[in-house]
């Protein structure tokens, strides 16, 4: 694509239209967007009863140690009363995790790009990522989930753009860098079991690496291990994590977690390769590969940057080892297959291995291939690997939904519906409410409504929330 850059505008700007594409519908969700009854409630009502501190130690005694989630939850907009909120964090969202995609893109191709060519790879990791997500509300509606697993994502693209940056420093002692780069993993582990492995996973191979390649871990490296340490420490000897698994007779089963995840880790890997724009944003992405690896070392290997001088068999084995483990992890806690918003993690872990494993293989290949001697009708291959990759996107589980909510009024008629709720619960006098089911459930937004049973636990955090004695979800009539 070098000899020709007004291909590489055109590639940039048809990736960029679509975030376009993509962002306005999701914009346009999140006016219609309301707390929901699963968790959103019962965070705001220990937050408003016992206070913001107290409360986190409640539930890190009591349900689980994700210290970092538990300071955010408990946050959310119910604890002042401010529904707008709701409209209005899926947006700030947004505008982070795009941040955090460029910063990352922008610290990769520090050496070769303008800002064109990095917002073109930013564009295009969110489009491969965003316009596959096996959860919309879990990851960008639901404050819950998106305190856990949408917010450590942007969080773990921030990290890795910091260390990229530091590395170009020489990654040494610079308080700056290490403040920043601490903080962001402590945070990034006090999400989830998921997030934590991941940063582990990540941390291990630079602490390999380094003992592999100089014999020694850098200073800052075990600065960092040590706070992922304590981290850990913090996260996994909470007393809630106890009460939270030990009610499953299925967790903790190694030989069924090694089966099942590997039963599941081989279509899964499939899926995202066939299924997905993936692939040929991937193959979009190789000739970037190739002038990033020249632009350290020509055919000298020995110039690279040290996490571009693993070897690819090395680096697909870390990637593979990394995702399996991601997987397991649902089926050692609870002995199921992982529910969407962790498969969310999963797909962004999987597909930034799958772009770091194919540039070690440029860095592998480049000496031994002299792919600049050869003839390539780049220009043809660019546009069918664009029209694919967006093609692709375009029937992909997401657009379809989240357009489809928007324009056919699901959504609008879900935020008429709820609001009508708010003013039945606001009335004065009567201490138990029956609340009308919703006549439609838009999907890219909505997780999970109230039960008939006003025991059920979100019955009784709504009851609690508005000063009821009991609420009920009222029988559809037949």
Request: aromatic share 14%; proline share 6%.
């Amino acid at each position: 694509m070098r000899e020709s850059m007004p291909l590489v505008r055109v590639i940039t700007g048809a990736l960029l239209a679509f975030v376009g594409v993509l962002v306005v519908p999701l914009i346009a969700l999140a006016t219609f967007n309301h707390p929901s009854p699963t968790d959103d409630y019962c965070f705001a009502n220990t937050a408003m009863k016992y206070g913001f501190w107290e409360a986190q130690q409640l539930y890190y005694d009591g349900w689980t140690g994700r210290f970092f989630h538990n300071f955010i939850v408990h946050t959310n907009p119910l604890v002042i009363g401010w529904y707008g909120g709701y409209k209005v964090y899926p947006v700030i969202f947004l505008a982070i995790l795009l941040a955090s995609f460029y910063a990352l893109s922008s610290q990769w191709l520090y050496r070769i790009a303008g800002v064109g060519v990095k917002s073109a790879l930013a564009a295009g990791l969110f489009i491969g990522f965003m316009a596959t997500l096996a959860s919309i509300p879990e990851y960008l509606y639901w404050y819950t989930g998106l305190a856990s697993y949408g917010l450590s994502s942007a969080l773990f693209l921030l990290l890795l753009a910091t260390m990229l940056a530091h590395q170009r420093q020489g990654f040494g002692l610079q308080p700056g860098y290490l403040v920043a780069e601490s903080l962001l993993v402590a945070a990034i582990i006090g999400s989830s079991e998921m997030t934590m492995v991941l940063m582990l996973s990540v941390l291990g191979l630079i602490a390999f690496v380094d003992l592999l390649l100089r014999r020694q871990i850098a200073v800052p490296t075990l600065i960092l291990l040590a706070v992922a340490g304590l981290s850990c420490y913090f996260l996994m000897k909470a007393p809630g994590n106890a009460i939270r698994l030990g009610g499953n007779p299925n967790s903790s089963n190694i030989p069924l977690t090694l089966v099942s995840s590997l039963r599941y880790a081989g279509p899964y890997a499939l899926q995202q390769i066939v299924r997905t724009p993936w692939l040929p944003l991937s193959l979009l992405y190789l000739p970037f590969a190739w002038q990033l690896i020249n632009s350290y070392s020509g055919s000298q290997l020995n110039k690279l940057p040290a996490y571009l001088r693993v070897h690819p068999l090395l680096g697909m084995l870390h990637g593979f080892a990394t995702v399996l483990a991601l997987i397991s992890l649902h089926f050692y806690g609870v002995g199921i297959p992982p529910i969407p918003r962790l498969i969310n993690v999963v797909n962004l872990t999987f597909w930034l291995s799958w772009m770091y494993n194919l540039t070690l293989w440029v860095a592998f290949l480049r000496p031994r291939l002299q792919l600049d001697q050869w003839q390539i009708n780049t220009r043809l291959l660019a546009y069918v690997l664009l029209v694919w990759a967006l093609a692709s996107a375009v029937v992909g589980p997401v657009i379809p939904v989240v357009y489809g909510d928007w324009l056919s009024g699901r959504a609008a008629q879900y935020d008429h519906e709820m609001e009508q709720r708010y003013a039945q619960l606001a009335r004065p006098g009567n201490q138990i409410s029956s609340i009308a089911p919703l006549s439609n459930y838009p999907v890219s937004l909505f997780l999970e409504d109230i039960h008939s049973d006003p025991k059920y636990l979100w019955n009784r955090c709504w009851a609690d929330y508005f000063h009821k004695k009991a609420i009920i979800l009222a029988e559809t009539p037949k």
